[in-house]
């Protein structure tokens, strides 16, 4: 009896067991089967290092036709590659991706289009695309130009001393080329000058002088930018402005505060432009805004150097909750809707701000004498034409100059581009954007690499043989 009483309980045990067993192959099957149908990984590195950006995702996701994309390079580098490119295949069953070694099938390569300096090739059946390097910047940015395969010209005026797209220095606008280049538009420069009077026939007593010659903005133009200028727009390259807006043209248009800074010449006021905005609906001071809120200075922006933190209700700003944005030596703006336009605020200070409008001695300013904060800084308007346009205004054009689209700790770069997208009708685009990986090197000094050393190669090793040794001696 003792007998058969063992024998159920040993049978009991078993049957427990394989029940155990059962169930946790089951829970394992379950886990494999959500991981692979829901792959989802965490990305705990500062700088989302193993992270798509919001743009990548948002332009896979939305795919509506396949995608092709070619890795060319050695086998042993094929890991290397699928590491991103994974990525990027499981936001969207329409992007597919190949790896192909060029040396082992040379002519497999040729016929779908490699090319030594592009080792990633992207084909939306609309056009092929290389990649540069295998970065996401890149990758993104080819992948944009295969699917927008239209012509879109952004126009950057060079009338009055503005910015030029040519200068790579801290003040040039060539960043700004770069950046909306990877959105597959085309950059260029525009000169606008209205043909001089003919002298070689000289006026008849009492005839009136001819009209200056009329200007207008390229027809090719998507969006026209007016960066900054630092003297008057002639009557002609105003008018210019206007009507193109006015028969559905897109602007961004930067101006910069007038008020004396420093021992530089402040721009000049352009009164009929700015009277032009005015009709539009968005009114540009004659003030410099100043952040009291101490909110710039852990970026170690001073108050004339502004940083928005938080945006209005609008398709340019909607990504960039919580992105930080830095505009030097602003002008406030005035808004409001009326007539054939609609006008919306895009950014402002807080109300630790102020817009003062004169500067003491040695450039010294009286917060208590100006205008209390929150204070407009851009503003979006639409302007309701037989073709509607549209147009962006920012009361200063420093933000957008190579040293502030070229920080990593800032957004200006997105918001810039954001605007673009919107004033191009190329909302899809709306996002923030892959940047180039960051080098952090792990700097040590010899002190440190001693205490490195003792740490690891004495002091724990020590420290686990005194405990083995501890517990030896307490059960001995």
């Not at 969207?92 to 016929?111: G, N, W």
Request: charged share 20%; net charge neutral; proline share 6%.
């Amino acid at each position: 009896m003792a007998a058969n009483w063992v024998k159920s309980r040993q049978t009991k045990y078993w049957s427990y067991a394989g029940v155990y067993i059962l169930v946790i192959l089951a829970l394992l099957a379950g886990l494999n089967f959500l991981a692979n149908r829901y792959d989802k990984s965490y990305d705990s590195t500062a700088n989302k290092q193993f992270s798509l950006s919001d743009q990548t995702i948002k332009v896979v996701h939305d795919l509506r036709r396949d995608v092709k994309v070619t890795y060319f390079g050695a086998k042993d580098s094929f890991p290397q590659a699928r590491d991103l490119l994974d990525r990027y295949s499981a936001l969207s069953a329409k992007f597919s991706v190949q790896y192909l070694d060029p040396e082992r099938e040379p002519a497999k390569a040729k016929t779908i289009g490699f090319r030594a300096d592009a080792p990633v090739l992207i084909d939306s059946g609309a056009r092929k695309e290389g990649a540069k390097s295998l970065s996401e910047e890149e990758i993104t940015g080819a992948l944009i130009r295969s699917l927008k395969s239209g012509a879109r010209n952004v126009c950057v005026l060079n009338a009055a001393h503005e910015h030029s797209i040519d200068d790579d220095g801290n003040g040039g606008y060539a960043f700004l080329k770069k950046i909306l280049e990877r959105d597959n538009y085309t950059v260029k420069t525009v000169d606008l000058k209205a043909a001089a009077p003919d002298a070689s026939k000289p006026l008849a007593i009492g005839q009136a002088p001819p009209p200056a010659a009329s200007v207008e903005i390229p027809k090719d133009c998507t969006v026209l930018i007016v960066g900054g200028p630092q003297l008057d727009y002639p009557a002609p390259d105003v008018a210019a402005i206007k009507a193109y807006e006015e028969g559905g043209g897109r602007e961004l248009i930067m101006l910069d505060s007038v008020m004396h800074l420093g021992k530089d010449e402040p721009p000049a006021e352009n009164a009929e432009l700015e009277k032009v905005l005015d009709d539009w609906g968005v009114t540009v001071n004659k003030d410099l805004v100043l952040d009291l809120s101490g909110v710039g200075s852990i970026l170690g922006l001073p108050p004339e150097v502004p940083m928005i933190m938080s945006y209005e209700s609008h398709p340019i700003t909607q990504p960039l909750t919580r992105q930080p944005t830095a505009f030097p030596l602003a002008r406030s703006l005035t808004t409001k809707s009326g007539g054939k336009t609609s006008v919306s605020k895009l950014f402002g200070t807080t109300e630790d701000s102020v817009a003062v409008t004169s500067i003491g001695p040695g450039g010294a300013i009286d917060p208590k004498k100006g205008t209390k904060g929150p204070i407009t800084l851009g503003a979006a308007g639409t302007y309701s034409g037989a073709t509607p346009g549209r147009f962006v205004v920012v009361g200063t054009s420093l933000w957008s100059q190579n040293s502030m689209l070229g920080s990593r700790s800032l957004a200006n770069r997105d918001l810039l581009a954001n605007m673009v997208n919107w004033l191009s009708s190329d909302e899809d685009l709306i996002s923030i954007r892959p940047k180039a990986p960051e080098d952090r090197p792990l700097n040590i000094t010899a002190r440190g690499l001693t205490s490195v050393f003792w740490l690891s190669f004495v002091i724990f090793p020590l420290g686990v043989v005194a405990i083995g040794m501890a517990t030896w001696w307490k059960r001995r």
